[in-house]
Protein backbone atom coordinates (compact mmCIF):
# COMPACT_ATOMS: atom_id res chain seq x y z
CA UNK A 1 0.00 0.00 0.00
CA UNK A 2 1.30 3.76 -0.81
CA UNK A 3 -1.05 6.07 1.27
CA UNK A 4 -1.94 9.27 -1.16
CA UNK A 5 -1.98 11.78 1.04
CA UNK A 6 -2.99 12.41 4.88
CA UNK A 7 -5.92 15.06 4.80
CA UNK A 8 -5.50 17.88 7.52
CA UNK A 9 -4.05 21.23 7.16
CA UNK A 10 -0.32 21.16 6.37
CA UNK A 11 0.89 23.88 8.05
CA UNK A 12 0.14 22.70 11.56
CA UNK A 13 2.81 20.16 12.33
CA UNK A 14 0.92 17.92 14.78
CA UNK A 15 -2.13 17.75 12.39
CA UNK A 16 0.77 15.00 10.45
CA UNK A 17 -0.51 16.10 7.06
CA UNK A 18 1.37 14.65 4.07
CA UNK A 19 0.40 16.78 0.76
CA UNK A 20 2.33 16.15 -2.77
CA UNK A 21 4.70 20.02 -2.22
CA UNK A 22 2.81 21.15 -5.31
CA UNK A 23 -0.44 21.56 -3.15
CA UNK A 24 -1.62 25.23 -3.52
CA UNK A 25 -3.21 26.85 0.03
CA UNK A 26 -6.46 25.81 -1.01
CA UNK A 27 -5.88 22.54 -2.53
CA UNK A 28 -5.61 21.15 0.94
CA UNK A 29 -9.16 19.53 2.99
CA UNK A 30 -9.76 17.73 6.09
CA UNK A 31 -12.87 15.30 7.19
CA UNK A 32 -12.53 13.43 3.94
CA UNK A 33 -16.47 11.58 4.36
CA UNK A 34 -17.58 10.75 0.68
CA UNK A 35 -15.56 10.23 -2.95
CA UNK A 36 -15.88 9.10 -6.28
CA UNK A 37 -13.45 8.51 -9.61
CA UNK A 38 -14.35 10.23 -12.36
CA UNK A 39 -13.35 8.59 -16.08
CA UNK A 40 -10.12 10.48 -16.24
CA UNK A 41 -9.25 8.35 -12.98
CA UNK A 42 -9.15 11.29 -10.50
CA UNK A 43 -10.01 10.80 -7.13
CA UNK A 44 -13.28 13.53 -5.97
CA UNK A 45 -13.63 13.85 -2.10
CA UNK A 46 -16.04 15.29 -0.22
CA UNK A 47 -16.01 16.39 2.99
CA UNK A 48 -18.10 16.73 6.39
CA UNK A 49 -16.80 18.54 9.74
CA UNK A 50 -14.14 21.13 7.69
CA UNK A 51 -15.75 23.93 9.83
CA UNK A 52 -13.01 23.13 12.58
CA UNK A 53 -10.21 24.24 9.83
CA UNK A 54 -12.31 27.33 9.31
CA UNK A 55 -12.78 26.23 5.95
CA UNK A 56 -15.83 25.58 4.55
CA UNK A 57 -17.13 21.33 3.61
CA UNK A 58 -17.09 21.20 -0.08
CA UNK A 59 -15.63 18.82 -3.00
CA UNK A 60 -11.83 18.81 -3.92
CA UNK A 61 -10.50 16.81 -6.95
CA UNK A 62 -7.16 14.54 -6.36
CA UNK A 63 -4.99 13.84 -8.97
CA UNK A 64 -3.88 9.99 -8.69
CA UNK A 65 -1.41 10.08 -11.22
CA UNK A 66 1.83 11.54 -12.23
CA UNK A 67 4.01 14.24 -10.83
CA UNK A 68 0.87 15.91 -9.09
CA UNK A 69 -0.09 12.54 -7.81
CA UNK A 70 -1.62 13.53 -4.39
CA UNK A 71 -2.50 17.32 -5.05
CA UNK A 72 -6.08 17.95 -3.94
CA UNK A 73 -8.07 20.88 -6.36
CA UNK A 74 -10.85 22.63 -3.94
CA UNK A 75 -13.71 22.60 -6.64
CA UNK A 76 -17.04 23.32 -5.00
CA UNK A 77 -17.82 25.08 -1.74
CA UNK A 78 -20.90 24.06 0.44
CA UNK A 79 -23.37 26.61 1.67
CA UNK A 80 -23.04 27.62 4.94
CA UNK A 81 -23.26 25.14 7.81
CA UNK A 82 -23.75 22.11 5.27
CA UNK A 83 -21.80 19.08 4.15
CA UNK A 84 -21.45 18.40 0.21
CA UNK A 85 -21.70 14.41 0.01
CA UNK A 86 -22.75 11.22 -2.55
CA UNK A 87 -20.59 12.70 -5.59
CA UNK A 88 -21.10 10.28 -8.83
CA UNK A 89 -20.47 11.36 -12.54
CA UNK A 90 -22.44 9.81 -15.24
CA UNK A 91 -20.94 7.34 -17.37
CA UNK A 92 -19.14 10.35 -20.24
CA UNK A 93 -18.23 12.39 -16.78
CA UNK A 94 -20.11 15.45 -18.09
CA UNK A 95 -22.27 15.63 -15.34
CA UNK A 96 -21.49 15.34 -11.51
CA UNK A 97 -24.20 14.71 -9.07
CA UNK A 98 -24.27 15.93 -5.42
CA UNK A 99 -26.39 15.78 -2.63
CA UNK A 100 -25.94 18.95 0.05
CA UNK A 101 -27.66 17.82 3.39
CA UNK A 102 -28.39 20.23 6.46
CA UNK A 103 -27.71 23.50 5.05
CA UNK A 104 -27.93 26.01 7.77
CA UNK A 105 -27.00 23.83 10.51
CA UNK A 106 -25.45 26.44 12.54
CA UNK A 107 -25.33 27.44 16.04
CA UNK A 108 -28.27 29.33 17.16
CA UNK A 109 -30.00 29.13 13.54
CA UNK A 110 -33.93 28.86 13.78
CA UNK A 111 -36.56 28.40 11.02
CA UNK A 112 -37.12 32.13 11.73
CA UNK A 113 -33.43 33.18 11.55
CA UNK A 114 -32.20 30.22 9.82
CA UNK A 115 -28.26 30.16 8.49
CA UNK A 116 -28.47 30.52 4.94
CA UNK A 117 -32.02 30.27 3.25
CA UNK A 118 -30.27 27.78 0.50
CA UNK A 119 -31.41 27.05 -2.13
CA UNK A 120 -33.63 29.38 -2.78
CA UNK A 121 -32.86 32.22 -1.14
CA UNK A 122 -36.37 33.64 -0.37
CA UNK A 123 -37.14 35.10 2.90
CA UNK A 124 -40.38 33.06 3.44
CA UNK A 125 -38.51 29.71 2.62
CA UNK A 126 -36.22 27.68 5.29
CA UNK A 127 -32.61 26.05 3.89
CA UNK A 128 -33.58 22.50 2.50
CA UNK A 129 -31.10 19.93 1.12
CA UNK A 130 -31.15 19.49 -2.34
CA UNK A 131 -29.22 17.29 -5.45
CA UNK A 132 -27.42 19.49 -7.50
CA UNK A 133 -25.68 18.26 -11.03
CA UNK A 134 -22.88 20.51 -11.90
CA UNK A 135 -22.16 20.52 -15.54
CA UNK A 136 -19.48 22.70 -17.80
CA UNK A 137 -20.73 25.42 -19.61
CA UNK A 138 -20.54 24.88 -23.29
CA UNK A 139 -20.24 20.69 -22.66
CA UNK A 140 -17.26 18.64 -21.88
CA UNK A 141 -15.46 16.53 -18.83
CA UNK A 142 -15.96 18.10 -15.35
CA UNK A 143 -12.82 18.96 -14.21
CA UNK A 144 -10.85 18.98 -17.19
Known amino acids: WEILVRCGDPSIVQVGATWNPLTTENGWLASPDNCAIDPQ????ISTDGNDDTGAADGLWAMETEGARRGTGRHFLRCPVGAEMCGPRFNETGDALFLAVQHPGDTEGASFEEPGTRWPDFQPAMPPRP??????????????G
Open 41 to 44: GRLW
Open 130 to 143: SVVVVTKEGGGPIG
